[in-house]
């Protein structure tokens, strides 16, 4: 049976219109990176438990920690009405439009504004990846107030996290995307940095340290790859941004 069970109800009433930040893998891992790198420096609490159709029937476990825990979980922070969606497995792309079904209701029992994020394949260089932001009617206004660009290019966002962004357009619920530009063969701690500093904070109004994302870049990038090459070894299509000239 779908639904999400709630680990920590007493948080639930000091949770105010909530910003939830998506963290599902995809290309350079960066949502991956950024949200796991958010529940770690703001030690968030475990909410709730996403027991959706779609999500794999695993069982994860932790280092130094006896617990078994489903793959798909929420994290909380009350003082900074920030939520995360944490996944330790990639989510097909036709099961996120289950996930999606699933999680629509309680976005909007709990006035929850998703921001997804992406990375869009781009080889390594000195500069700083780019950062574009995208999103539905009634929350495009916020990628302006924050400052964050918008798309030089025409282009559309794949696998799962496009899934619950279609779901979101199809349905008219409030929603925001943050792409980056990252490393399509790696995971990439610099683009989930640049997320992190250039899009979340401005946009969730929050300040998140990033010293050690950035002092431990290659243990990081270490402890990300055997995902990454799982992923790249699946039939499985990962969410990542795609400019739509590459069908044209």
């Known amino acids: 049976m779908a639904r999400i069970r709630v680990l920590a109800e007493e948080l639930t009433d000091e ?13 350079g891992l960066v949502g991956k990176i950024a949200a796991d790198h958010l529940v770690e420096a703001f030690d968030m609490t475990h909410y709730a438990d996403v027991f959706c159709e779609g999500v794999p029937k695993v069982a994860v476990y932790m280092e130094d920690d006896p617990a078994l825990h489903p793959p798909v979980r ?3 922070d009350p003082e900074r009405d920030l939520l995360v969606l944490q996944s330790d497995i990639p989510i097909r792309p036709e099961a ?7 999680l629509g209701p ?9 921001v997804f994020l992406s ?12 950062l574009y932001g995208v999103g539905t009617d009634g929350a495009r206004s916020r990628l302006e107030a924050a400052g964050i660009d918008s798309p030089t290019e025409t282009g559309l966002v794949s696998g799962p996290t496009g899934a619950l962004l279609s779901n979101a357009v199809s349905v008219g619920r409030p929603a925001l995307a943050l792409i980056v ?18 899009g ?6 929050i300040e998140v340290p990033v010293d050690d994302l950035v002092n431990s870049a290659t243990e990081i990038r270490q402890a990300k790859e055997q995902l990454a090459r799982r992923m790249q070894q699946s039939d ?13």
Do not use: N
């Open 200 to 205: 979340l904070e401005p946009l969730v109004g």
């Open 15 to 27: 949770l105010e219109s909530p910003t939830l930040v998506e963290g599902l893998p995809g290309v």
């Open 96 to 102: 996120a439009t289950e996930l999606a079904a699933c």
């Open 74 to 76: 929420l994290y909380a």
């Open 106 to 114: 309680w976005f909007e029992e709990l006035d929850v504004l998703p």
């Open 236 to 248: 499985e299509e990962s969410t990542q941004a795609r400019p739509l000239g590459m069908y044209q």
């Open 119 to 130: 990375g869009i394949a781009h080889e390594r260089s000195e500069d700083v990846p780019a």
């Open 181 to 198: 530009e990252s490393d399509p063969q790696f995971p990439d701690p610099e683009a989930a940095r640049v997320i992190i500093k250039h």
